[in-house]
């Protein structure tokens, strides 16, 4: 699956749920723990301000100044339903 897809999700996810953890990514993509632990950190580093580790819930929560990057213009919400619609079927 192509990284920006993957991206994408992660900002999808924050919007809709307001928290991603990596059991999310590894669930929907089945990949592993590492996998979606470099996803996080590839996320991070194009914008450390969009999301934050809660240690006390075990995942990362959508930070206060919050700018969809990879998502772009799409809808969140349809964004995660058509993905789930792609992946179910493959």
Request: hydrophobic fraction near 40%; charged fraction near 20%.
């Given at each position: 699956?192509n990284n920006?897809?993957?991206?994408a999700y992660?900002?999808a996810?924050?919007?809709v749920?307001?928290?991603?953890?990596?059991?999310?990514?590894?669930d929907?993509?089945?990949c592993?723990r590492?996998?979606?632990?470099?996803?996080?950190?590839?996320?991070?580093?194009?914008?450390?301000?969009?999301?934050?580790?809660?240690?006390?819930?075990?995942?990362?929560?959508?930070?206060?100044?919050?700018?969809?990057?990879?998502?772009g213009?799409?809808?969140?919400?349809q964004?995660l339903?058509?993905l789930?619609?792609i992946?179910?079927?493959?």
């Open positions: 699956m920006n897809v993957l991206l992660i900002d996810r924050l919007i749920f307001g928290n991603i953890k990596s059991s999310n990514v590894c929907v993509f089945g592993g590492i996998k979606a632990s470099r996803l996080f950190q590839l996320y991070l580093n194009q914008r450390p301000s969009n999301m934050k580790y809660q240690a006390s819930k075990k995942c990362y929560v959508q930070g206060y100044v919050f700018e969809p990057v990879f998502l213009k799409r809808n969140a919400r964004f339903d058509a789930e619609l992946l179910e079927h493959n």
